[in-house]
């Protein structure tokens, strides 16, 4: 394995670290510290990821069969809102940023801490009192309006608790204004000397331009959701065209925030790849100026797009040329990214660890899941696949392909910086492998199901599709293997994997600079930064061996 | 994060800590103005949508209270400018009378909201259940009306009938008006309390001299949260009892 130090030292943890520097309950439910937070976060979210999965399983399971035994057509209608209710809203959102990006951003910068750690803590509580009212929802009655929550159905004709959902995510929204709050202040105000803009690492662009979207999109659809819930509650009618109301008016307001919500799972997941594609093929990433900026531009851009959802619901004609165009706009700086991340490939000295394979399977399904987002952008094209299942393999490539490989990618390349440990290498190989095979057959064959005319949301199906849905359910349960491979060996590893040592890799972020895991403080003295990101070459500290070459050594064969 | 004396421990210096939190604050009110901006949108649709009934139930709302109101809260901004150009100065007393001239004015704003309110809640203009236009018409005893007031407004509902076709449409459409009236107004109150609260504390920290012109951002913040709000009604008070008045 490439990956080991150079030298074979044996490392050993530091002394005292943030997770062993107090004890006790009281000392993780009232910390302040952004790592420990993270942790909090961490563990919150996974189990939220467990409850979508249950709801996916069961829907794979009904789907076996043409006529579906398993749940009747009402509970289909309640497992499909309630996997997409638990996923987007409690997963995917805040997944990478209020995990990843919580534990990073200030290490990255050469902070102490968040700029405003109470409320970092605070973001946490509410989100679960969000996810309290949520679960509660799903306990009492379950969720049957779709995670789109569309008016009519969602304020008077659902019979299932939509109020308590409405409510829930309505809360669980200022967890993630506080939280982009957070982070924009902290990478305004708290960089470490010599810390310039353009030497910032690229996931903390991505979490920046993230944090924009969280901030002006998150407000948008609390204050909807929270018309939707008083409309049900009182009887008003805003969005109900019995009363007046304009239901398309709903749509609007859900798009403004839905659709930008794609970019909050997705840019952090390439703020990700962007981290471990120059550490694992020893070279400055290719286009840094272009990739940052291309960030910001996917964050603006993104949120003139949202009635490209709307295109078969009312709206002009003129309308949708307007936002087919726009959209087709966000593929530009989204290419940029994937051409930026394979020319830093090319010639670079790479070891194919299990987070450049993550990056690798990130690249190929985010390829597929964007440019099939052009085919849903395409005026002619969606009137066939709107509502088919091929609108479902696409946001699922976007989704779990791009952001879930992203995460479960960055997860791994920062757990030796999280937990002082590593993970078993071969192991994690074969999850990542397993992973990617899992999704490939679980969500391709949606595709060809969509285009052959299988609407989305229904609980059965003509057997002719049959063949389709067994691949897809039979790859589902690959996929399953695959998460839960990482979790039970990352558990592992907290206990006995090997320690990790400061920079096991190397990498070159400020992060690496410190123990590992670091200590509650971050860093003993205030870092002072005088290299540019990714600068593999000056960094004689990373211990690499420096060939005569102009460039450092070309793909070595020990992989 | 330990704190020694103001600075907190995550910061290197005080002005990084001024900095911090004043771009927070301004974060923060973006967020604010994408949150009301929901309520504007679908307000200003409405307006679009059913503009005749919108300007006669924006007439049944008295003008007085709103204009006393806006006076009111204008004075209050002027206070809590005061305020903070009393910390930066160092004037420590001054910060403190002006913090508690500001809440006394919120609160004169608050109770005033209080008694229009309470005039809505007779008139049946509350949405739910019991709307009704047309109670204060169909009972002339019950609402503060003269007659003359009242001969006006059956002359107005009956051409109102008339253009949007029934007294069912009229009712759901100014039910529309008094939702949003309601849902903007309400959460504007929500957040004068809000500010209420953090002016009792400042309040507090102010009496026990914590602010000097080296270190009084917290007013200053709250200042500008304040100021915002003051902002919003200047927006709503147009929108919701000026529509069409002559």
Partial sequence: MSTSPTTPAVHQLPEEHYLNSTYGLRSWLLTT?????????????????????????????????????????ETYNKLFTMHGVAMIFFFLIPSIPAVLGNFLVPLMIGAKDLAFPKINLLSWYIYLVGGCFVLYSFATGGLDTGWTFYTPLSSVYSNSAVTPAVI???????????????FVVTIHTMRAPGMTWFRLPLFVWAQYATSIIFILGTP?????????????????????????????????????YSHPAVYIMILPAMGVISEIIPTFTRKPIFGYTFIAASSIAIAVIGFFVWAHHMFLTGESTYAALAFSLLSYLVAIPSAVKV??????????????????????????????????????????????????????????????????????????????KITGKLYPEFLARMAAVILFVGFNLTFFPQFILGYLGMPRRYHNYPPEFQVLNVMSTAGASILALGYLLPMLYLTWSMRYGKVAGPNPWPATGLEWRTPSPPPTENFDVTPVVDWEAYDFKNRPDLGLTQPSGPALSPAHGDD | MHRTGDLYGQFETLEQQKESATLGMWTFLITEILFFGGLFLTYTINRHTYADVFSFSSRTIKLSWGAINTVVLIGSSLTMAMSVWSAQVGKKKLVTIFLILTLILGTVFLGIKGIEYHDKYVEHHIPGASFDMYFCTNNPGACN?????????????????????????????????????????????????????????????SMRGRFSPRWNTPVENVGLYWHFVDIVWIYLFPLLYLIDRH
């Fill in chain 1, 220 to 256: 948008v659809i609390a204050i909807t959701l929270l018309l939707v819930g008083l409309e049900r509650m009182f009887h008003l009618g805003f969005f109900n065209p019995a009363l007046g109301g304009d239901p398309i008016l709903f749509q609007h307001l859900f798009w403004f």
């Fill in chain 1, 339 to 416: 051409f930026n991340w394979t020319s830093t490939l090319y010639r670079g000295s790479i070891s194919y660890d299990t987070p450049l394979l993550y990056s690798l399977g990130f690249i190929g399904l985010f390829l597929i899941g964007g440019l099939t987002g052009l085919f849903l952008a395409c005026l002619g094209l969606d009137i066939h696949i709107h509502d088919t299942y091929f609108v479902v393999a696409h946001f699922h490539y976007i989704m779990v392909g791009g952001a879930v490989m992203g995460y479960v990618g960055g997860l791994h390349f920062w757990w030796p």
């Fill in chain 2, 145 to 205: 009306l003269t007659t003359e007031e009242l001969a006006q407004e059956r002359t107005e509902l009956k051409e109102l009938e008339d253009k949007v076709g029934g007294p069912v449409a009229v009712n759901a459409h100014s039910q529309l008006f008094f939702s949003l009236y309601f849902g903007m107004t309400g959460l504007h109150a929500l957040h004068m309390i809000i500010g209420a609260g953090l002016l009792l504390w400042l309040i507090v920290e």
């Fill in chain 1, 168 to 182: 829930g995510i309505f809360i669980n929204g200022f967890s993630s204004i506080l939280t982009g709050l957070n």
């Fill in chain 1, 33 to 73: 510290d952004h790592k420990r937070i993270a942790l909090l976060y961490l563990a919150s979210v996974t189990f939220f990821f467990f409850i979508g999965g249950i709801f996916a399983t069961m829907i794979r399971i009904h789907l076996l069969t043409p006529n579906g035994y398993l749940v009747t057509p």
